[in-house]
């Protein structure tokens, strides 16, 4: 097994226990410290190999590491992500994403330059889903369709 597969193992492994303490995640501070430290230690390699496998992720796991990457360490200082949450946005359920699209993805488009035509369209067709689901409404729907097509035109 090479390196990277291994931090992308523990780091899963990590997230799948976790995951079944989602429901205080969002109460108790530092559940998420030994995640946030596996994180802290990938290279580009690592986040290729976790973006490529986060598809066999369930949503519990997904939500966990969202979580981690934008909760941050007990001193504020947030992962950087390398397009992990559009890649989340687009693989949630219906739920997570919207508290993903409401608390999150603002700052993902901040922090990082998107220039992946594909995720962009990804999210999308993500975001039509939520807004034909009833999960948002027309002018959220809207905001973000405009926000993603001026990045696609940068």
């Known amino acids: 097994m090479t390196l990277h597969k291994g931090k992308v193992g523990l780091l899963h492994e990590e997230l799948t226990k976790l995951s079944d303490q989602v429901n205080i995640l969002y109460e108790v501070d530092g559940l998420t410290h030994v995640s ?7 290279a580009a390699d690592d986040w290729s190999t ?3 496998e986060l598809p066999k992720w369930n949503n519990k796991e997904l939500e ?3 979580y981690t990457m934008y ?9 950087d992500d390398n397009f992990t ?8 359920d219906d739920s997570l994403a919207t508290a993903i699209l409401d ?13 992946s035509i594909p ?9 039509d889903s939520l807004k034909t689901s009833g999960y948002i409404g027309n002018s959220k729907y809207l905001y973000w369709v ?8 940068k």
């Open 71 to 79: 909760s941050g360490d007990l001193h504020g200082e947030t992962i």
């Open 85 to 92: 949450l559009g890649h989340i946005f687009t693989l949630a």
């Open 64 to 66: 966990v590491l969202a």
């Open 119 to 127: 995720l962009l369209e990804l999210i999308l067709v993500r975001l």
């Open 146 to 153: 405009q926000v993603i097509n001026t990045i696609k035109l």
């Open 36 to 42: 946030y430290q596996i994180l802290n230690t990938f």
């Open 103 to 115: 608390q999150w993805l603002i700052f993902f488009f901040e922090e990082n330059k998107v220039e």
């Open 50 to 52: 976790l973006n490529f």
